[in-house]
């Protein structure tokens, strides 16, 4: 029958054209871009990541971050991390607007920012009493957060990437005085804390590899 005939040709094109397009798409070259963070070379913190194409709007990131600063402007600020991101763009990817998922892992030895103060305290079960700017915390996390930003193109291989993520932080920690050379939180172990917060951002210079 030849209605039957044409439908049957149509839909063979319209399979062998399929086919052929996810065969274009498999064969495409995958661009792979290598960013440092432009926000933070200026203070001594490497921020480097490389960010891979695995579809049309799908990347995924790894990264790592390095402070190693002992003191900085007087604060504890040692902080290693390594995270792995997926990201999805919404035109293509490295292009224009995205959102990703996001874990991390670090090792820290620093001083909370609600320790940059002279205020004074004391411990009513032991009668001690220090001082906040003595105080820091040594530990590790484990986070998960949400990014948002956008990349766009600046030259054939040169990108900007502008990102900020948040999260909710788990915390492992020991407080310790530096002035007295012991523990102020008095636990055996480790202290556990959680909370929800920005821990990334900033802006990413990325040069096209391939």
Same mark, same amino acid.
């Given at each position: 029958?030849?209605? *039957?005939?044409?439908?049957?040709? !149509?839909?063979?094109?319209?399979?062998?054209?399929?086919?052929?397009?996810?065969?274009?798409?498999?064969?495409?070259?995958?661009?792979?871009?290598?960013?440092?963070? /432009?926000?933070?070379?200026? *203070?001594?913190?490497?921020?480097?990541?490389?960010?891979?194409? @695995?579809?049309?709007? =799908?990347? @995924?990131?790894?990264? !790592?971050?390095?402070?190693?600063?002992?003191? =900085?402007?007087?604060?504890?600020?040692?902080?290693?991390?390594?995270?792995?991101?997926?990201?999805?763009?919404?035109?293509?990817? =490295?292009?224009?607007?995205?959102?990703? /998922?996001?874990? /991390?892992?670090?090792?820290?030895?620093?001083?909370?920012?609600?320790?940059?103060?002279?205020?004074?305290?004391?411990?009513?079960?032991?009668?001690?009493?220090?001082?906040?700017? +003595?105080?820091?915390?040594?530990? $590790?996390?484990? *986070?998960?957060? @949400?990014?948002?930003?956008?990349? =766009?193109?600046?030259?054939?291989?040169?990108? *900007? +990437?502008?990102?900020? /993520?948040?999260?909710?932080?788990?915390?492992?920690?020991?407080?310790?005085?530096?002035?007295?050379?012991?523990?102020?939180?008095?636990?055996?172990?480790?202290?556990?804390?959680?909370?929800?917060?920005? $821990?990334?951002?900033? @802006?990413?210079?990325?040069?096209?590899?391939?």
């Amino acid at each position: 029958m030849p209605g *039957i005939k044409y439908i049957t040709g !149509v839909l063979t094109l319209s399979l062998l054209g399929t086919l052929h397009a996810q065969e274009q798409e498999k064969n495409e070259e995958k661009s792979v871009y290598i960013k440092g963070n /432009a926000l933070l070379i200026p *203070i001594g913190i490497v921020n480097a990541a490389l960010e891979h194409q @695995v579809s049309k709007k =799908f990347t @995924v990131q790894g990264d !790592v971050l390095i402070s190693p600063w002992k003191s =900085f402007a007087g604060h504890e600020l040692q902080y290693y991390s390594v995270s792995l991101e997926g990201r999805y763009y919404f035109n293509e990817a =490295f292009r224009h607007w995205y959102i990703g /998922a996001n874990i /991390a892992g670090s090792r820290f030895n620093v001083q909370k920012w609600n320790y940059w103060n002279d205020n004074i305290g004391t411990d009513e079960e032991t009668g001690i009493t220090r001082k906040n700017s +003595d105080l820091y915390q040594k530990g $590790y996390s484990v *986070i998960f957060g @949400v990014t948002g930003g956008y990349q =766009f193109n600046i030259s054939d291989r040169w990108n *900007i +990437d502008i990102y900020a /993520a948040v999260g909710t932080s788990q915390d492992f920690y020991k407080g310790y005085d530096r002035s007295r050379g012991d523990r102020y939180d008095g636990a055996a172990g480790y202290n556990k804390s959680g909370e929800i917060l920005p $821990y990334r951002g900033g @802006v990413m210079i990325s040069y096209k590899l391939k």
